[in-house]
């Protein structure tokens, strides 16, 4: 029975998050805590500089914020009609069925876990250099580490208000150092900018697919906007006005910055391949001054704190959904009744952090070297892959009468666009998947496993009669 346009998929009155506790704009900032810019800026599009396209990389962020424009047209067509905590989960769930909905599920779970304790390693990582050259400190990355995971834990447990108020904070932080840099070096090297970075010529030469993937990195965490759509006010408007808020300011911020670092060195590609990621530093110092290289180490450290609380909170959230489900053990749907925040999947969720990090700090290896190409690569193909899921069950949905009132472009042609898309840039990923991971370890290489056997896993438990909230919720 196909649910009616008007209605919104729900939760029940029971097992439900703390309801109208965040708006439009802590919504944004969650999905720029989740995306990170001055770490994507230290890592993604800084190695996209020096190993890929060169100062063509700008030209191609607004190609990559184009075609994440063309798909959320489809996406803000489910978020009318689908209020879940596990936002893939219920979206693709919707077109494509109860099984494919169960399997989606679990590979966001998975991927999002990682990625939370992979943050964690970083925030010690680099908690570590800030404190050491700002204090002549020198306590391992763990030490940092443990510190950021009870800071996540508290913060997921006490909720989204505080929470989205500390990311905030961070978030801004790293908008006004950005752009400070970057009037630094329009006043310093006005003669730097040019139009040439959006020519063709130079966005298609040299290792585009390299490129192209980092890009699409560079956006990880897209989906936080209807993750809290339970617990937003207005939750229909609130998820479409963010979500392209959301996407408006990260396409902004990273083309100027991206432009800003092209335009401060006569080549830029050739300064980049020394040392990535080192370049935003090497930048700062040489437009701002010795002073900014401690103050950048220090945001560095406190952004991927935010990405750590950010993506916890995504993962609990999908634990949540899941355990209301009955696609795991119901106890993981138990809500704090103080807070309404997910207490036993937030606790779960840290277990699954220390579970990850603790045999790497037992084998003395380098969490950046060793554990950030696992994830970073999980990562990757994971959210292509739901993002591919969702634009199909959009167009499903549409030849199935679920979304009438919709127009042509938002409920078949964008979302077929964008799924065609996406699927390409997969396609490129797994064959660069070395160059994306950073890696040529078969460890590593063997990790996309992890989320395939998720979905595999999810399909078939509900199949054996699992999935009350899908059952209750989506059309047969």
């Not at 006005?190 to 010529?201: L, N």
């Not at 840039?425 to 994306?436: E, L, S």
Request: glycine fraction near 10%; proline fraction near 3%.
């Amino acid at each position: 029975m196909a649910v009616p346009n008007d209605e919104l998929i729900s939760t029940t009155e029971t097992d439900h998050l703390k309801r109208n506790t965040i708006g439009v704009a802590g919504m944004v900032f969650m999905v720029v805590a989740a995306t990170a810019p001055l770490t994507a800026m230290a890592s993604n599009l800084s190695i996209g500089l020096a190993f890929g396209v060169g100062e063509g990389l700008v030209g191609l962020l607004l190609l990559v914020g184009i075609l994440l424009a063309v798909f959320t047209a489809g996406y803000v067509v489910l978020s009318r009609r689908v209020i879940n905590a596990g936002a893939y989960y219920a979206f693709i769930g919707y077109g494509l069925g109860k099984a494919s909905g169960s399997a989606s599920a679990f590979v966001a779970t998975i991927a999002y876990n990682l990625a939370a304790a992979g943050m964690i390693a970083a925030t010690g990582y680099f908690t570590d250099i800030a404190v050491s050259s700002m204090f002549d400190i020198d306590l391992p990355w763990y030490v940092y580490g443990a510190l950021a995971l009870v800071v996540t834990a508290a913060l997921g447990f006490i909720g989204v208000e505080i929470t989205k108020r500390v990311t905030s904070i961070v978030s801004i932080a790293q908008f006004v150092i950005i752009i400070w840099l970057g009037i630094a070096i329009v006043v310093q090297r006005p003669e730097g900018f040019s139009m040439d970075v959006f020519a063709p010529d130079r966005m298609f030469e040299g290792n585009l697919a390299l490129s192209l993937v980092f890009c699409v990195l560079s956006f990880a965490g897209f989906e936080a906007t209807a993750i809290y759509g339970e617990e937003a006010r207005a939750a229909r408007r609130s998820i479409k006005v963010a979500t392209y808020c959301a996407l408006a300011l990260l396409v902004l911020i990273f083309m100027g910055s991206t432009w800003s670092i092209v335009a401060a060195f006569s080549d830029v590609q050739a300064v980049a391949a020394q040392d990535p990621g080192g370049l935003i530093f090497a930048t700062a110092d040489l437009y701002l001054g010795g002073w900014s290289e401690q103050m950048l180490s220090l945001l560095v450290a406190f952004s991927f704190l935010a990405a750590a609380v950010a993506f916890h909170n995504m993962a609990a959230r999908y634990m949540f959904a899941l355990g209301r489900s009955r696609l795991l053990p119901h106890r993981l749907a138990d809500v704090n009744p103080r807070f309404g925040t997910p207490q036993v999947s937030g606790a779960i969720q840290i277990a699954i952090s220390l579970i990850v990090l603790v045999p790497f700090v037992i084998a003395e290896s380098d969490p950046i070297i060793n554990l950030f190409p696992a994830v970073s690569g999980i990562t990757s193909l994971s959210i292509l892959g739901l993002m591919i899921g969702c634009s199909l069950s959009v167009v499903v949905a549409s030849y199935r009468g679920l979304l009438e009132g919709e127009s042509m472009w938002s409920s078949r042609i964008a979302p077929a666009l964008s799924g065609v898309l996406l699927a390409a840039i997969g396609v490129i990923v797994v064959i660069n998947y070395q160059d994306v991971t950073g890696s040529s370890s078969w460890v590593v290489a063997a990790m996309p496993a992890l989320p395939v056997l998720g979905a595999i896993y999810g399909a078939v438990i509900y199949r054996r009669g699992r999935g009350q909230d899908l059952e209750k919720h989506l059309a047969d």
